[in-house]
């Protein structure tokens, strides 16, 4: 069952960001009338998407009060849920001056990592009139479009949440296909977490130390990195990309924080000085101890899950491994741009890979078009390992790269496998022989005042004549640029070329860019 939130007010406090940003998204989606509050000003991507979304943004100085909030029209009263996605220490700012001001029958939550501090606050603060919930999504903002599968939390204080109130969150995860764990005591939910959390997060904190204090390159690790090592490494990157880094600081500084970390040491240490001093016997009796610990299911179950972590990162590169000398084609992973690179592999690493990019018009043709240098390809040979561009080439394209300064020539791009996945190319030429029999790309950049002016123009004067497609649309420094693919509408073909001339004319004069026009 979906939940209806259709008209519902919410107000996200925190909602620029991370876990805030992404559930004013989401829920936004689902028709609730949304707006965000936040005393950091996000950056202008994310602000873009809130603009385009309709989602109000109020944004206020450190030192805000509920007179501040007055000032900038967020009144309490007029919220149907407060959803608290601020860090701990701000909930004794935060929440005395939000929740005394709500309407009866309305919903204060928060998401924080912890409970018991929060709903302290929340209760000590919220009229009985209000209902009061704890949750905490066990995922990163990253997850929270597809939590399908994770786990949320949800800590109901006894007799201080209504069963409508209750219903509605519980639903709403269900509905996104997150499993729900229903618990009474804040307690015991920090001590869990503190587990799950402040021992993980420690362990991959401590990997990272260790290798710095062993002075290891982590270009150099790779070259000897099995799927175990690979797997830490990755999860400990992940860890140490996330902004902001104080969320893992207020993570383990959490009460249990201590403990947890005491009995990890004192375990190592143990099983460290068991290993110095034991033979190979002794050795192999502890380790399966301890896989009798874990039992058989879980450990089937841990074989089954980390080989399907593991098998496409070896696909991945061994695709890559052989790509040097090829046309690759990458598809961006996240952000706001989804558009597919095409390009030439000029260098492949273990972080990133560079590509001479090429325009779509040049993949079609199976011809370079630059001055510095000529090529050309052979479209049927894409897909195999025929090296489709002469290793010279490459080399001349390497010897441009290094004698410009690095980054100014925008041909030339690093390609993160973090960022970008590695694309078949023959699903593409199947795409591309049945979507560009008479069709136009065209590029523009516009200010915001004037894009929806020019998309009425354009569909006004293609009504009935051709079908008009938005395939990318993103924010660049001088505007929003987007990207229109424009196909006939039950054209002969012995028009399509005048059709292609008089879109193309129609286009230039709208201040638009032709990519590709075919024929």
Same mark, same amino acid.
């Given at each position: 069952m979906d939940i209806d939130f259709k008209d519902k007010e919410i107000l996200i406090m925190g909602g620029c960001g991370g876990m805030g940003f992404e559930f004013a998204k989401l829920l936004k989606a689902k028709q609730a009338a949304v707006t965000v509050f936040d005393m950091n000003k996000p950056e202008d991507k994310k602000l873009t998407v809130l603009k385009e979304k309709e989602i109000p943004v109020s944004i206020c100085n450190p030192d805000y009060d509920s007179n501040s909030l007055k000032e900038l029209n967020i009144h309490p009263s007029k919220y149907d849920i407060i959803i608290l996605a601020v860090p701990i220490e701000a909930f004794d700012k935060v929440v005395p001056i939000i929740a005394p001001f709500m309407k009866e029958n309305s919903l204060l939550i928060d998401i924080a990592s912890v409970k018991k501090q929060p709903l302290d606050i929340m209760l000590k603060h919220a009229p009985e009139t209000i209902s009061v919930l704890g949750s905490h999504p066990l995922f990163g903002p990253g997850i929270v479009s597809h939590m399908k599968g994770w786990n949320v939390i949800l800590v109901r204080p006894e007799g201080r949440c209504t069963d409508s109130c209750y219903i509605?969150?519980?639903?709403?995860?269900?509905? @996104?296909?997150?499993?729900?764990?229903?618990? +009474?005591?804040? #307690?015991? $939910? !920090?001590?869990?977490?503190?587990?799950?959390?402040? %021992?993980?997060?420690?362990?991959?904190?401590?990997?990272? @130390?260790?290798?710095?204090?062993?002075?290891? +390159?982590?270009? #150099?690790? $790779? !070259?000897?990195?099995?799927?175990?090592?690979?797997? %830490?490494?990755?999860?400990?990157?992940?860890?140490?990309?996330?902004?902001?880094?104080?969320?893992?600081?207020?993570?383990?500084?959490q009460p249990i924080g201590p403990d947890i970390r005491r009995a990890y040491l004192q375990s190592a240490s143990r099983l460290a000085e068991f290993f110095d001093f034991s033979h190979t016997g002794k050795i192999t009796e502890r380790i399966s101890e301890l896989s009798a610990y874990l039992g058989e299911n879980y450990r089937n179950w841990a074989q089954s899950i980390s080989n399907r972590i593991i098998k496409p990162i070896g696909e991945f590169k061994g695709d890559l491994g052989i790509s040097k000398g090829k046309i690759r084609a990458f598809k961006r992973r996240n952000g706001n741009g989804n558009g597919i690179v095409y390009g030439i592999v000029l260098e492949i690493d273990k972080d990133s890979t560079l590509v001479y990019k090429i325009t779509e018009k040049e993949f079609m043709d199976?011809?370079?078009?630059?001055?510095?240098?000529?090529?050309?390809?052979?479209?049927?040979?894409?897909?195999?390992?025929?090296?489709?561009?002469?290793?010279?080439?490459?080399?001349?394209?390497?010897?441009?790269?290094?004698?410009?300064?690095?980054?100014?020539?925008?041909?030339?791009?690093?390609?993160?496998?973090?960022?970008?996945?590695?694309?078949?190319?023959?699903?593409?030429?199947?795409?591309?022989?049945?979507?560009?029999?008479?069709?136009?790309?065209?590029?523009?950049?516009?200010?915001d005042n004037n894009i929806a002016e020019h998309i009425r123009k354009l569909l006004n004067l293609l009504k009935n004549v051709a079908d008009v497609e938005i395939t990318d649309k993103y924010p660049v420094s001088e505007g929003i640029k987007i990207t229109y693919r424009i196909k006939t509408i039950g054209i002969a073909k012995d028009s399509l070329t005048l059709f292609s001339q008089n879109i193309v004319t129609l286009l230039k004069g709208l201040n638009f860019n032709i990519v590709y026009s075919l024929p």
């Amino acid at each position: 069952m979906d939940i209806d939130f259709k008209d519902k007010e919410i107000l996200i406090m925190g909602g620029c960001g991370g876990m805030g940003f992404e559930f004013a998204k989401l829920l936004k989606a689902k028709q609730a009338a949304v707006t965000v509050f936040d005393m950091n000003k996000p950056e202008d991507k994310k602000l873009t998407v809130l603009k385009e979304k309709e989602i109000p943004v109020s944004i206020c100085n450190p030192d805000y009060d509920s007179n501040s909030l007055k000032e900038l029209n967020i009144h309490p009263s007029k919220y149907d849920i407060i959803i608290l996605a601020v860090p701990i220490e701000a909930f004794d700012k935060v929440v005395p001056i939000i929740a005394p001001f709500m309407k009866e029958n309305s919903l204060l939550i928060d998401i924080a990592s912890v409970k018991k501090q929060p709903l302290d606050i929340m209760l000590k603060h919220a009229p009985e009139t209000i209902s009061v919930l704890g949750s905490h999504p066990l995922f990163g903002p990253g997850i929270v479009s597809h939590m399908k599968g994770w786990n949320v939390i949800l800590v109901r204080p006894e007799g201080r949440c209504t069963d409508s109130c209750y219903i509605t969150i519980k639903t709403f995860f269900e509905s @996104e296909g997150a499993f729900i764990t229903e618990l +009474k005591d804040s #307690e015991i $939910h !920090d001590r869990m977490v503190g587990i799950t959390q402040v %021992l993980t997060h420690f362990i991959y904190l401590s990997m990272a @130390e260790t290798l710095s204090s062993l002075d290891i +390159k982590l270009t #150099e690790a $790779h !070259d000897y990195a099995t799927p175990p090592f690979e797997m %830490l490494m990755a999860f400990t990157g992940r860890l140490l990309n996330y902004n902001p880094l104080k969320l893992y600081a207020t993570i383990q500084s959490q009460p249990i924080g201590p403990d947890i970390r005491r009995a990890y040491l004192q375990s190592a240490s143990r099983l460290a000085e068991f290993f110095d001093f034991s033979h190979t016997g002794k050795i192999t009796e502890r380790i399966s101890e301890l896989s009798a610990y874990l039992g058989e299911n879980y450990r089937n179950w841990a074989q089954s899950i980390s080989n399907r972590i593991i098998k496409p990162i070896g696909e991945f590169k061994g695709d890559l491994g052989i790509s040097k000398g090829k046309i690759r084609a990458f598809k961006r992973r996240n952000g706001n741009g989804n558009g597919i690179v095409y390009g030439i592999v000029l260098e492949i690493d273990k972080d990133s890979t560079l590509v001479y990019k090429i325009t779509e018009k040049e993949f079609m043709d199976g011809k370079l078009q630059d001055n510095n240098i000529s090529a050309s390809w052979d479209m049927n040979f894409l897909e195999g390992d025929h090296k489709i561009i002469d290793e010279s080439h490459v080399r001349n394209l390497l010897i441009i790269y290094d004698s410009i300064e690095k980054g100014k020539k925008k041909r030339f791009v690093s390609l993160t496998y973090k960022n970008y996945e590695l694309l078949k190319i023959q699903p593409l030429l199947d795409d591309f022989q049945n979507k560009l029999n008479g069709t136009v790309i065209a590029q523009g950049v516009f200010h915001d005042n004037n894009i929806a002016e020019h998309i009425r123009k354009l569909l006004n004067l293609l009504k009935n004549v051709a079908d008009v497609e938005i395939t990318d649309k993103y924010p660049v420094s001088e505007g929003i640029k987007i990207t229109y693919r424009i196909k006939t509408i039950g054209i002969a073909k012995d028009s399509l070329t005048l059709f292609s001339q008089n879109i193309v004319t129609l286009l230039k004069g709208l201040n638009f860019n032709i990519v590709y026009s075919l024929p």
